[in-house]
């Protein structure tokens, strides 16, 4: 058996056949992990997610900001944006039954024999695994429970500082902002949520990468994510990033992560395939 994590994939449902065909995959044998983001900007949304869910048990995946929207949308608390990709799933006979399967993933997920966990996005560096975590299941069952309250007050920047007495919406509003959208923080541990791009590439002095922000608290297993098409593939002892911009003509990554030393396997982005 081999255990694959594989990056965005955002709607780009034919190159998800060829890497799977170029890793060999086999739903009897091997395991993928989708760090999420299975939809939208593409343009076979529905295939993917389709193709993602008949796997089965073989797929684990984690919710990204793409396929919460896909949510917000279809319970009609956000509106459809001009650059969305996400018709056919809202019209097709099995949506029901597609979003209730999406409802249900998990915002992390954790594997304590391989010692690695899987996230969108990242982690507040306020967070030990323990706090990520019990937050992760908070949110979930509240979005299991009451989808609808759950998306009319999800939106926002604030609060940008974990503080273990937030309540509330606001305390919701933040434990899927660190899973779904962060990318930097600040000298203070606040999270800067507008800033998107490239480490490499000017940022304001103040900002660095959530997965290296002084004194965090969360090391321990490695973190695989997505989410960060700007970084682009990096791995060290912590964290290893996976979205390589598939969508917005990269190519789709797959890494092998039940074996030390693997080299990352791509495909390239179609043409027809970039918005």
């Known amino acids: 058996m081999a255990v694959y994590a594989i990056g965005d994939i955002q709607g780009c449902d034919r190159e998800l056949g060829d890497l799977l065909a170029k890793i060999k995959f086999s739903a009897d044998r091997d395991r993928l992990w989708f760090v ?16 993602i869910r008949a796997l089965g048990d073989a797929a ?33 006979p099995d949506r029901d039954s597609l979003l209730q399967w999406l409802v249900s993933r998990p915002l992390l997920h954790e594997d304590p024999a391989l ?43 604030e609060p940008d500082r974990w503080n273990d007495a937030l309540a509330g919406v606001e305390r919701l509003r933040f434990i899927v902002n660190c899973f779904t959208r962060l990318r930097y923080v600040d000298a203070d541990g606040r999270l800067a949520l507008r800033a998107k791009g490239s480490p490499k590439k000017t940022q304001a002095k103040s900002l660095v990468p959530w997965f290296e922000a002084a004194h965090a608290r969360w090391h321990g297993a490695r973190v695989i994510f997505g989410h960060w098409s ?14 390589t911009g598939c969508v917005w003509g990269g190519s789709l990554t797959a890494l092998q992560i039940d074996i030390h030393g693997a080299q990352p396997v791509h495909v390239g982005c179609r043409a027809s395939s970039v918005p």
Do not use: K
């Open 230 to 243: 700007t970084l682009g593939f990096f791995s060290n002892s912590r964290v290893t990033a996976l979205d």
């Open 115 to 157: 010692n690695l966990c899987m996230v969108h996005a990242g982690f507040a560096p306020q967070w030990d695994l323990p706090t990520a975590r019990s937050c992760a299941r908070e949110f979930e069952s509240a979005l299991q429970r009451d989808p609808e309250r759950v998306f009319n007050h999800l939106y926002g920047d």
């Open 60 to 92: 684990i995946v984690t919710l990204g900001n793409h396929d919460l929207h896909l949510l917000a949308v279809a319970l009609g608390t956000a509106r459809l944006r001009s650059d969305d990709t996400l018709d056919d799933i809202l019209s097709a």
């Open 36 to 51: 999420g983001d299975l939809v939208n900007r593409g343009p076979e949304s529905l295939q993917a997610l389709r193709r």
